[in-house]
């Protein structure tokens, strides 16, 4: 299993470097974390939405790889934030879900020999998910990776958010075997007690591989604190798949 983690959104300098020595700790970890973000509304809690960094998250990444001599990934939701993206080195791009039909960035991307995240859009369905795949392998690039996060469901019951579609993975390396298929169990659960049960389903399913948010402090993150794991809740996810 390829294992993905670190923060919702890299914060600062501080907070992503004391994240990184932890996923640096397991061998293969592949350190990620968001320099833009995008949220639901401009007011979060009462204050202004945090956007992420910017071009000084990407430069946060960068120094990670130098530091810790670990691979990172990071979303980019435009060609400009590709280029820059590519400027610094990031290993793989994230295709976030709500960008999964971002055309003008899909046909950049395939032109790219660099591993690309795709994530499933919120709404999207499996075959429109397989499509993007075939955009972005059209141009040569033969590296894509898919990442069920869940979709939207009329059941939030205790905040969970999306809902892991663990019958997806199974679809997808039942049809195509040579799919790298990985679940994100934190935008997939909402709940971080959940990222655990569900990265062992997901594993069940046939899934390559996890993507979980990872944070010292959960509660603390401008975003996303709730589905994000302790460093015990990593550890005991690293032990169990
Ligand atoms: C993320 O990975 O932090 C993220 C924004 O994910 P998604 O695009 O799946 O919502
Ligand atoms: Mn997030």
Redesign the pocket.
Known sequence: MQIWAGP??IESEKQAMQIAKEVARYEGVIF?G?AY??QNRPIVKGKPCFWGLGEEGLQILHRIKQVFGIQVST?VQSVEQLKLALDYGIDYL?V????MQNFPLIRALSYVQRPIIL?RG?GNTVDEWLGIAEHLRANGNKDVIM?E?GVSSFDRTNDTRWRLDCLAIAEIKYQYPHYKVIA?V??GTGRRELALPMAKAAKGAGADGI?V?LHYDPDSSP??GRQTVNFDQFKQIMESV
């Open positions: 919702c959104a990620r968001g973000k995008g979303e994230q976030g879900a709500r960008h994530k919120l990442c996060r994100d934190s935008h993507m948010e975003t996303d």
